[in-house]
């Protein structure tokens, strides 16, 4: 071995590519990755737990669920199109009541 190709003073291992880091990942194994992509894993890692805590407290409360029949269906229609007649021709006066023409006629 030359000495240019000394490896006296340096760690044992591969080298370091360039803007990676050597990391170890939740299952043990080792990755080179990126440096920031560090902190997006962690996030990622956080919302997993935050995810399945939450779903944990969910799954232990009551799950009432609601089921909207075909009579509630047409009762929801009907005040649909209710509210969608007063919207159009509402509680207005007409145009002949705005004018005075209503009282004129009948004097």
């Keep these: 071995m030359s000495a240019s190709q000394s490896t006296a003073g340096h760690l044992a291992g591969p080298s370091a590519p360039a ?3 050597l990391e170890r990942l939740p299952n043990g194994e080792l990755a080179w990755l990126r440096a920031e992509l560090d902190r997006a ?5 956080q919302l997993e737990r935050d995810m399945a ?3 944990d407290r969910r799954n232990g409360e009551s799950d009432v669920r609601y089921v909207i029949t075909d009579a509630g269906r047409a ?29 004129q ?3």
């Design 53 to 55: 805590r939450l779903l």
């Design 75 to 103: 009762a929801l229609d009907a005040d649909r199109r209710a509210r969608a007649m007063e919207a159009l021709f509402g509680p207005w006066p007409t145009v002949a009541e705005t004018c005075g023409l209503d009282q």
């Design 41 to 45: 894993i962690a996030d990622a890692d």
């Design 19 to 21: 803007g990676l880091v």
């Design 105 to 107: 006629g009948a004097a």
